[in-house]
């Protein structure tokens, strides 16, 4: 089988591999399309923890083509999205069931081999089958919808709230709407017009373009983006931009009482007042993958084919995996959703 490895910053080779033998309780799937995030742009260019050589790719789907006797979760022939995380089941977290921060987590195509490859070997009980009907190049996206639902359910959403979104990639754009579809009412912002503008279109009922080189919006402003009176503040912040100034807009603009949760991840420091979150009482939480929300991300991706269509801006053979991640850092591309196409074999 075929598979890309980044092999050193910048540099993706091609290599051919025996097809993985498959254990009792694990499946060989035919992976027939990637999706790309900013995760696998930092990888690529040495920026991230992964060691090199790795092969790529952690938001994927495919056919089962072949199970072993005690794989629970699909048969041979069905479509399914494998979850990329590995966990171990026994340290605290795991044992709390929230295998999604596990202390010794691994993710395929981030810190061991991923879905870049003709084939990949998945464990029992790590896959959802695709709804019927739902093209298989939508389905990876319901990773990255699974990561948004993730970022909302920590923030306990209720209908009728007014919640700030920071960030209109990809998963401030799916929270966005996600929250929509609870009756939560999203003001979105981002740094460029383009983007900010895009969250109407995902259920937004205001936007609002900040200016990196200004002041950050005040609460009035953003309560006037949302067309709220000043009695309904925000009371949810989703921060999925993981700049230090977003994380420090959003305490000031938070109400006293509310929830702020932070799911955009970099290594910058962030200055924050001490006073600032027990004088409200803030519930400051972090999200980080998710706690096996893909099955109810198919499900979102069923219901929003059109709008996850429209996040898909580029396509690429996987032969062409070097363009798509140059095209990705490339701002000028305005890159949504990158797809990545496997070639397509009759088993
Ligand atoms: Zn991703
Ligand atoms: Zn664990």
């Keep these: 089988m075929l598979v890309a490895r980044t092999t050193a910053p910048k540099r993706i080779e091609f290599q051919q591999r025996p097809v993985p033998s498959v254990g009792a309780d694990e499946a060989l799937i035919r992976v027939e399309h990637v999706t790309l995030c900013g995760t ?12 090199f050589p790795l092969v790529q790719g952690h938001e994927f789907v495919g056919r089962v ?3 072993g006797e005690e794989f629970a979760g699909a048969r041979v022939g069905d479509r ?9 089941r026994r340290c605290s977290a795991c044992r709390a069931g929230r295998h999604n921060v596990c202390e010794h987590i691994s993710v395929l195509g981030c810190y061991e081999d991923g879905a870049l490859a003709d084939y990949v070997v998945v464990p029992s009980g790590s ?3 695709v709804p019927d009907g739902l093209p298989a190049d939508l389905a990876p996206l319901s990773e990255p919808v699974s990561i948004a639902m993730q970022a909302v359910r920590r923030g306990r959403p209720e209908a009728g709230e007014l919640a700030l979104v920071l960030g209109c990639g990809p998963i401030g754009l799916i ?3 996600h929250l929509s ?3 939560v009412d999203v003001v979105a912002a981002d740094t460029v017009t383009k983007r900010a503008e895009t969250a109407g279109r995902f259920g937004a009922v205001g936007a609002l373009v900040i200016d990196p080189a200004g002041a950050f919006p005040s609460r009035e402003s953003v309560t006037a983006a949302g067309q709220c009176t000043p009695d309904r503040p925000v009371t949810l912040v989703i921060e999925a931009t993981g700049s230090p100034d977003a994380l420090a807009g959003a305490l000031e603009i938070a109400a006293h009482a509310s929830r702020v949760v932070l799911v955009g991840i970099s290594d910058r420091t962030a200055q924050i ?3 600032t979150i027990p004088l409200k009482e803030l519930d400051v939480l972090g999200s980080r993958n998710s706690r096996d929300l893909i099955g109810e991300g198919l499900g979102f991706v069923n219901r929003h084919r059109a709008l996850l269509r429209s996040l898909i801006t580029h396509r ?9 991640l140059r095209t990705m850092r490339d701002d000028a591309a305005n890159v949504g959703k990158i797809l990545i196409d496997l070639p397509a074999v009759n088993e």
């Design 40 to 51: 696998d742009l930092h990888i690529w260019e040495g920026e991230y923890v992964n060691p």
């Design 65 to 67: 083509v072949k199970t």
């Design 80 to 88: 399914v999205v494998p979850s990329p995380m590995r966990f171990c």
């Design 127 to 129: 896959v959802w089958r």
């Design 175 to 177: 929270a966005t709407r």
């Design 181 to 183: 579809d609870l009756g």
């Design 273 to 275: 007042p001490m006073r």
């Design 316 to 324: 690429f053979a996987v032969t062409d995996l070097e363009v798509a």
